[in-house]
Every structure is written in C-alpha cells, then in structure tokens.
C-alpha cells in the first residue's frame, strides 16, 4: 500500500483512496448503504411534511370531498432539489389549480425558489470562518454531503453577517471595562486594481471581572492619531466613558499613544514590553552570537515579582550587554520606564504586562485571514474579521464553566435544620 499524504490540499483525494482501501479490507463494508439509507429517511422525511402541510393548506386530502377546499385543487407537481446538512434530496412538490386566483402554498421547510437550507448556508459561512477558502469548503462539502456551492456563491452567503457587523459597530458600550489595549497588524487589500497593505486597529477591554472582549476594529490606513484618536472617539460616543479606565496598553506607536492621552487623558499608559523586547532583539548587532543570551537573561526583568527588583534585574542586564551590545542597550533605556506601570496593579498584572491577551485574539484572525491571500474589497475584509471575532467569541463562552444555579431552600431543610439544633 502506497504512503497517504494527509496534507490539506489532497485532503479530499486521500480519503477517497483511504475508504477504498478499508473497503478492500472489508472494514467499512456496511457504511457506504447505511449513509443511503440515512439520506432516504431524511428525504422521506422532507417529502411527507411538505405533503402534509399542502394538504393542511388547501384543506383536503387525496380524492377526500371537503367544504373547506374553497375552489382549491391539485395540479399535478413539479420537482426541486433542497440541500440540506443532510446532503441533496430531490423533492416532489404539488402544484395548486388555478393558483394565480389564490394565495400561493408557502412551506416551512423552505421559501419559494430556495435551493438551500438555511442551515446549510450557515454552515458554508462557519467553514470558511474557521479557516478553509471559498474554493477548499466546495471540495469539502462535495465529499462529506454529496452537494456544494460555488466559490462565488460562497463569498456571498458571507453578506448575511452585514447586518450583524452593523449592530456590533453602532450597539452601545456599558462603561464597565478597567483596561483597554489597543493594537494592530496588516493585511492584503486590492484597491484600484493594485495591491496594498492596511493596518487594522483593535480595541480589547477587560472588565471588572477580568473578562476581555473585542469592543472594536476599524480598517485604517496607518497606526497615525488621527486614525487612532477616531476610532478611541467612537468608543467614547457609544458609552465607554471611562468611568473606571485605570489603564490603556499599546506598542510604541506614537500616534495611539498621542491619540490615548487626547481621549483618556486620566488613564495611564502602558507600553508593551513584549514590542519592546522585539524591537531590543531587531537591534542586536551580533545576532547569532548573542540574541539568545540577552532575550533570556531580558525576559527575566518582567518576570520580577516587584518593580524594585524588576529595576535592579535591567541594571544588572544593562550592565552586562552595555559594551557588547551600545545600539540596543541604548534603545532599551529609552522605552523601559514606561513598560512598568503594570507593577502598580499588581493583583491583575499577567493581564496587562503586555498586549499579548488581544495579540492571541489577532494571530487566529490573521491566521484564518491568511486563507484568502488578499481581498477585493473593504466589505468583504470586514465580514471576514467580523465573523472570526464573532465565532471566537462564541468559543470562549463555551468554553467558561457553567455557574451552578443556588438550589432553593424548602420548607423541609427549614425543619431538618431546626430538628438537628
């Protein structure tokens, strides 16, 4: 038996391959007629219900005589294909006599000129969300259910989040969030028929009770303070006052910070120590030789339990990189100072040391962005992001553990109580 390459552009091919080698080997024998059998139940299933609720519409049976038919009669029927989560099952709808006389029959299963369940757009949309392309779901979808869309078809049925990603940017903010961190990375986008790169700006608050959520994104055309103060300025019209803001973090981008003390001015900035690190690593002169000492015994600074010995651990580093090292032991003292204003929190410190809670949020966005190389327009990009965020949100509330509702005290634990004293 040749080697099976289970990479993901022969996914589809290998499967094929594998099934029918196990089959050969008799060990799925019997799968391939219970999926039929599966798939015909279902289409049964569909068919008796839009049967019933024709029946149900003109008031009559087959060949029953009732007052109630109302001049309604069959016309013969005419077929259609429905896809399903179930796979495609070809129906036979009945036709109404004289149908432009009455109201149309409308179905609950479908609506009139529907090929697809809604499900199953749902579920097209969901694919490529969690990462395969317009392309890669068809071949998917052909080799799991039978029946597929075509890329085109694909990337409109992700217009149906538009009215989703209008709410999530216009519905008000609760002014309940203690942190903020803002940040940004590029992407791909085709305008005017070349290709460029734009810088999308998120916005992460955590609240009271540490929880973090996504409060905004914008497309932008660089990390400048006007786009930053814009985006911070429509935080503050819908709700986020910063009643209980203590803290925004940010790499070292000057526009955000400019942008952060104009909106928020009472709040403290913190300067990402990760960005920083990054940045010290960049100017490191004898990379291969000394890039690796110095970011370990670096990393120990921030791993420092007070700001007192987080202070004595960079004297010490500066001391012992300053001659080796002058170009990024210089630039390090510049921007240190202000990636410590995390000590003075120090019971939610892991939180907002850095920007790393909202850099995780956005490597799965640009990973799952990745997917699609460019994109041909502003809306679509958007939809894109949207409907990740949305779908990562969805996983960290399922993945919260379910608060336990507090039993109700009854008449009889009033009186075992009483009993016991």
Same mark, same amino acid.
């Given at each position: 038996m040749r080697s099976v390459n289970f990479s993901t552009d022969n996914?589809?091919?290998q499967d094929r391959y594998l099934k029918r080698n196990l089959r050969d080997l008799g060990m799925i024998e019997g799968m391939e007629p219970f999926r039929q059998k599966a798939h015909a139940v279902i289409q049964n299933l569909i068919q008796s219900t839009v049967q019933d609720e024709f029946d149900w519409r003109i008031g009559a049976k087959f060949y029953e005589r009732a007052q109630r038919r109302m001049g309604r009669h069959r016309k013969g029927r005419y077929t259609r294909s429905l896809?399903?989560?179930?796979?495609?099952?070809?129906?036979?709808?009945?036709?109404?006599? +004289?149908?432009?006389?009455?109201?149309?029959?409308?179905?609950?299963?479908?609506?009139?000129?529907?090929?697809?369940h809604k499900e199953f757009d749902r579920m097209i949309v969901l694919s490529m969300i969690l990462g395969l392309s317009t392309r890669k779901q068809k071949r998917f979808f052909r080799e799991f259910i039978g029946d597929s869309v075509s890329p085109s078809t694909a990337s409109r049925l992700l217009g149906t989040l538009w009215k989703g990603l209008c709410e999530f940017r216009t519905k008000?903010?609760?002014?309940?969030?203690?942190?903020?961190?803002?940040?940004?990375?590029?992407? *791909?986008? *085709?305008? +005017?028929?070349?290709? *460029?790169?734009?810088?999308?700006?998120?916005?992460?608050?955590i609240d009271i009770h540490n929880q973090k959520e996504v409060l905004a994104f914008r497309l932008a055309q660089s990390e400048s303070e006007e786009e930053a103060t814009s985006l911070l300025n429509d935080l503050y019209r819908r709700g986020l006052k910063g009643k209980h803001l203590r803290l925004v973090g940010s790499d070292h981008a000057r526009g955000i910070r400019t942008a952060i003390q104009m909106v928020y001015p009472y709040a403290q900035w913190q300067l990402c %120590?990760? %960005?920083?690190?990054? +940045?010290?690593?960049?100017?490191?002169? %004898? *990379? +291969?030789? %000394?890039?690796?000492?110095?970011?370990?015994?670096?990393?120990?600074?921030y791993k420092s339990q007070t700001k007192k010995e987080a202070i004595w651990h960079f004297q010490a580093f500066c001391f012992k990189w300053q001659v080796l090292e002058p170009s990024a032991i210089r630039l390090f003292k510049q921007s240190f100072p202000d990636t410590l204003k995390f000590y003075d929190f120090s019971e939610d410190r892991d939180l907002i040391s850095s920007t790393n809670s909202l850099e995780r949020e956005q490597e799965e966005v640009r990973r799952r962005l990745k997917t699609q190389g460019y994109y041909q327009s502003i809306r679509a990009l958007n939809l894109w992001v949207f409907g990740i965020i949305q779908e990562l949100y969805r996983q960290r509330q399922e993945q919260q553990p379910k608060k336990a509702k507090p039993r109700k005290i009854l008449f009889t634990d009033i009186l075992e109580s009483v009993q016991r004293s």
């Open positions: 996914l589809s091919s896809t399903t989560s179930f796979g495609r099952s070809e129906l036979s709808v009945p036709r109404l006599k +004289n149908a432009s006389r009455y109201p149309g029959i409308s179905y609950s299963l479908f609506d009139k000129y529907q090929r697809r008000p903010i609760e002014d309940k969030y203690k942190y903020v961190l803002i940040d940004g990375f590029w992407v *791909k986008l *085709k305008i +005017n028929g070349q290709v *460029k790169k734009k810088v999308i700006l998120f916005v992460m608050g %120590h990760v %960005h920083v690190l990054r +940045n010290v690593a960049s100017h490191i002169r %004898h *990379k +291969n030789k %000394h890039r690796a000492l110095m970011m370990e015994d670096a990393s120990k600074i």
